[in-house]
């Protein structure tokens, strides 16, 4: 499976962003998906898991960021009023069981 997240970028605080991942490959045998983080000296973290009918967030976004899963393959990342501290490198990973698939991880400052 191989994982391309997109959307990142740089933001005022309080603005919203859209983080999208798409997956290629045996996507069939996809069963959980999911987005992690992780910021400048930080380790990485859990954002939001999506498997099956469950739903899966850190505290620290509960009520601010939404996750979605559009079909198979497609993953989604709802971020609203976004705070400096969400500043980071954000992953997109899926699972199918056995394997985690990783992707390369897309950009998101918080800034003014």
């Known amino acids: 499976v191989q994982l391309q997240a997109s959307g990142g970028g740089l933001v005022q605080p309080g603005e919203s962003l859209r983080l999208s991942c798409v997956a290629s490959?045996?996507?069939?045998?996809?069963?959980?998906m999911g987005w992690y983080r992780q910021a400048p000296g930080k380790e990485r973290e859990l954002v939001a898991l999506?498997?099956?009918?469950?739903r899966r967030y850190a505290d620290s976004v509960e009520g601010r960021f939404t996750i979605s899963r559009d079909n198979k393959n497609s993953l989604s990342l709802q971020m609203n009023s976004l705070e400096p501290e969400d500043t980071a490198v954000y992953y997109c990973n899926a699972v199918d069981g056995s394997q985690i698939f990783w992707g390369p991880g897309t950009l998101v400052t918080v800034s003014s």
């Open positions: 999506s498997t099956g009918s469950i």
């Open positions: 490959g045996r996507v069939f045998r996809i069963n959980g």
